[in-house]
């Protein structure tokens, strides 16, 4: 089965360091990779996605990722962390079930906490 | 806009009561989901459609029942109420999910307490 594999559950840092989060995903085929944000008490919202092209992506608020495919991973990266990130992170894949449909498949969140 | 809304936005529910949480998005998607979100656990789903009258079943729908019979509504449903269901709920939406690149949108979540 499919699976999504976020590493590391909680992550502090202190304001201006840099972040990397690690995501895995098991599909050997296409697939799209999403990283979102939920900061506290709100809702997902989407950081960004590949779905072809450049494997590295830039999403909003200075964050980018890399599709590495021999890896089956997709990272998350930041060079200079702010507050304002705090935030749980979660990676997504979107790829074909065994009946064919596609589905998304989560992984478990990283919990960011960035001291000022 | 409103994108995706949720109705309500908290409840508590006594053991085997029932009741119906509300989505509704405005963006003409053709796919909708509904997940839980439980700490540490990330988000499970619980049943989707593809389109209205069409529905299919997540990782978790044991407990849960859905029904779509417009585009914009896809309202789930909870019987008997049980201690489990304790959780935060997320209502999504997206266009085509085989078509590459499309993202899903998220409703603001109900969260839920079953004592």
């Known amino acids: 089965a499919q699976s999504v594999s976020q590493h590391n559950h909680h992550v502090i840092l202190s304001e201006a360091a840099s972040l990397e989060l690690g995501c895995n995903y098991s599909?050997?085929?296409?697939?799209?990779l999403f990283w979102y944000v939920q900061y506290p008490g709100q809702h997902l919202q989407l950081l960004l996605k590949?779905?072809?092209?450049?494997?590295l992506v830039k999403g909003i608020k200075g964050f980018e990722a890399e599709f590495i495919k021999s890896k089956f991973s997709f990272n998350l990266r930041k060079p200079s962390v702010q507050w304002s990130d705090t935030a749980e992170y979660f990676c997504?894949?979107?790829?074909?079930?065994?009946?064919?449909?596609?589905?998304?498949?989560f992984g478990t969140g990283t919990r960011l906490k960035v001291l000022a | 806009n409103a994108g995706v809304t949720q109705t309500p936005k908290f409840r508590i529910l006594k053991i085997g009561q029932s009741m119906t949480l509300q989505c509704t998005q405005d963006?003409?998607?053709?796919?909708m989901y509904w997940y839980r979100q439980d700490p540490g656990m990330g988000l499970k789903l619980i049943y989707y459609?593809?389109?209205?009258?069409?529905?299919d079943k997540g990782e978790v729908p044991n407990g849960y029942n859905v029904s779509r019979s417009t585009t914009e509504d896809f309202p789930l449903r909870l019987e008997l109420a049980a201690p489990s269901q304790t959780s935060v709920y997320f209502c999504?939406?997206?266009?085509?999910?085989?078509?590459?690149?499309?993202?899903?949108?998220f409703g603001p979540g109900t969260r839920l307490t079953v004592t």
């Open positions: 999504a939406s997206s266009w085509d999910s085989s078509v590459l690149g499309y993202e899903q949108y």
């Open positions: 599909y050997g085929g296409t697939v799209n």
């Open positions: 590949y779905f072809s092209g450049d494997p």
């Open positions: 997504a894949v979107n790829a074909p079930s065994a009946s064919g449909t596609y589905k998304y498949i």
């Open positions: 963006m003409n998607h053709n796919y």
């Open positions: 459609s593809v389109g209205a009258g069409i529905t």
